[in-house]
């Protein structure tokens, strides 16, 4: 991932806040918004049928995997069935099993190993990377792919070479890579509650069902 050349090219676009917030509102305006809530839809599939979810990617993007994972798997419990939980797991939180991984093999290898041991056909592979370029990033994705699973990703420029390897790929509209995380995470919270509402959406049709009835 080329993030020193990517980031100097962002920033000199942007020198004062009112510029900065300004390519902000730009970017708002541009969102592929039909493919976040195809994206959404995928995720609240993969929570009914009790699929995994593994999300990875390098550094703001590996903060946002755990995030992301956090979200899922914590702020939906209680939302629906109380005995299913989502299953989100961040490949970027085992430190000793990235270094060993990546000690023994290269570090481009550190996401695809650890989905040979846990990803099957059906679950989603889910990446993160602002340039869409990542060796591990690109090479995680081709062994979701090998092993039957749904790929998405989230990228921003032009959407890099991992466009190809997802079935859905959110592409943020910004060659400016704070602008690109900005909304990475933004785009993950939007998930996050649509998500939520389809969890709870049978719930409260049940209830209002029973209701009626009686």
């Known amino acids: 991932m080329s993030t020193a050349s990517s980031t100097a090219s962002g920033t000199g676009k942007t020198t004062?806040?009112?510029?900065?917030?300004?390519?902000?509102?730009?970017?708002?305006?541009?969102?592929?918004?039909?493919?976040?809530?195809?994206?959404?839809?995928?995720?609240?599939?993969?929570y009914e049928s009790g699929r995994s979810v593994f999300i990875f990617g390098n550094g703001g993007s590996a903060a946002l995997a755990s995030h992301f994972a956090c979200d899922l798997g914590k702020g939906t419990a209680g939302l629906g069935n109380p005995k299913q939980r989502f299953k989100a797991v961040s490949l970027a939180d085992n430190m000793p099993l990235l270094t060993a991984w990546a000690n023994d093999t290269s570090y481009h290898q550190v996401f695809a190993e650890q989905l040979r041991n846990l990803v099957q056909a059906g679950d989603i592979v889910f990446a993160i990377s602002a340039s869409g370029n990542s060796p591990n990033v690109l090479l995680g994705l081709e062994a979701g792919r090998e092993a039957g699973a749904f790929n998405i990703g989230i990228a921003g420029f032009d959407g890099g070479k991992m466009r190809a390897l997802c079935d859905l790929c959110i592409v943020i509209p910004s060659d400016h890579m704070q602008i690109v995380e900005d909304f990475q995470l933004s785009v993950s919270h939007a998930l996050f509650v649509m998500v939520c509402h389809n969890i709870q959406a049978p719930t409260a049709n049940a209830l209002s069902m029973t209701a009626g009835a009686a």
């Open 16 to 46: 004062t806040s009112d510029s900065y917030f300004s390519l902000h509102q730009r970017v708002l305006s541009e969102l592929p918004h039909s493919v976040v809530e195809s994206v959404a839809k995928k995720l609240s599939e993969a």
